[in-house]
């Protein structure tokens, strides 16, 4: 049998992995729904297009 010692490492690694795919699917879905917008619909929102990076990065930070 392994010790748990060696586990934990492995767990924290697969943890970080999947919070870093989580928080680029995130990114990229954010991201896309915004560029598919028109600049009508993004005004509406009161949103200009230079600001999607931004609102899709901090979309992505807040995924957990």
Do not use: Q
């Not at 879905?29 to 915004?34: D, G, I, S």
């Not at 005004?43 to 807040?62: M, P």
Request: hydrophobic letters at 40%; a positive charge; proline letters at 3%.
């Amino acid at each position: 049998a392994r010790p748990e010692r060696c586990r934990r490492p492995k767990m924290l690694l697969w943890g970080n992995l999947v919070r870093v795919y989580k928080r680029w699917r995130a990114y990229e879905r954010t991201y896309e729904e915004l560029m598919r917008l028109d600049d009508r619909e993004l005004a509406d929102i009161n949103v200009r297009r230079t600001d999607i990076e931004f609102i899709a990065r901090k979309s992505a930070a807040t995924v957990h």
